[in-house]
Every structure is written in C-alpha cells, then in structure tokens.
C-alpha cells in the first residue's frame, strides 16, 4: 500500500512557475515510478510527466515542466515553469510498479493516487 499526498498547488499568473510535490508513504519508494496527471475542468484527466528510472513528458508541457524525485525524501517534485491558462487543472500524482517505459503514460496501469491538488493560472 502506497499513501500519496501531493502539496503546492495555488493561483498564479500567467507566465509564472509553481512548483508541486508528492510525498510518498512507503519503504519501497525506489520500487515504484511516480506520474502526474491532470484534470481540467469538464476534461479528461490526462497524463502530464513520470519518473522511474527514466522521464517521460506529454508533449504540451515539453520545455516547461520539470520532474524529479528524491528516493532519500521518498518524494517527487514537478516543476512548472511558463504557465498559461490551459494549465489550469487539478493536479494528481499516482504511483505504479517501477519497470517497463511501456503503458507510463496510461493511468488505468496506476494502482495508488493521491487526493490532487489545484493549480490555477490566471491571464
């Protein structure tokens, strides 16, 4: 059992940067791979980045958002940078076995999520 909390979310301008985290609850961290998604209001959710023991982002965030993790803290951290408007989601971090590239963009093969956290960007 994996518990994720995610924190920093808030209301930005747009061009600004916010920086998430999601804490991970587990003794087995380096096991598993950690994704954000995002869900925008009336949207699907939708993957943003992952990290295992390789990075993986979806093409709209390319060249703005950064994800990292800390095995020591148990955490993971996206950083956003250059925000606009069509950020404006709830934020989720999920976690799924570590392993294969294959299927670290579907969020069916994530066992484990957090409650989410909101990130608006304003015009």
């Known amino acids: 059992q994996v518990q994720l909390v995610e924190s920093g979310g808030g209301l930005v301008q747009a061009g600004g940067s916010l920086r998430l985290s999601c804490a991970a609850s587990t003794r087995t961290f380096s096991n598993y791979a950690i994704g954000w998604f995002r869900q925008a209001p009336g949207k699907e959710r939708e993957f943003v980045a992952a990290v295992d023991w390789y990075t993986r982002y979806a093409d709209s965030v390319k060249g703005r958002f950064t994800i990292a993790r800390d095995n020591a803290k148990n955490t993971v951290d996206l950083q956003m940078n250059t925000l606009t408007p069509e950020d404006t989601a709830v934020y989720y971090c999920?976690?799924?076995?570590?392993?294969?590239?294959?299927?670290?963009?579907?969020?069916?093969?994530?066992?484990?999520w957090g409650q989410g956290t909101q990130v608006t960007v304003s015009s």
């Open positions: 999920a976690a799924k076995s570590s392993g294969q590239v294959y299927g670290v963009m579907r969020q069916e093969n994530y066992a484990y």
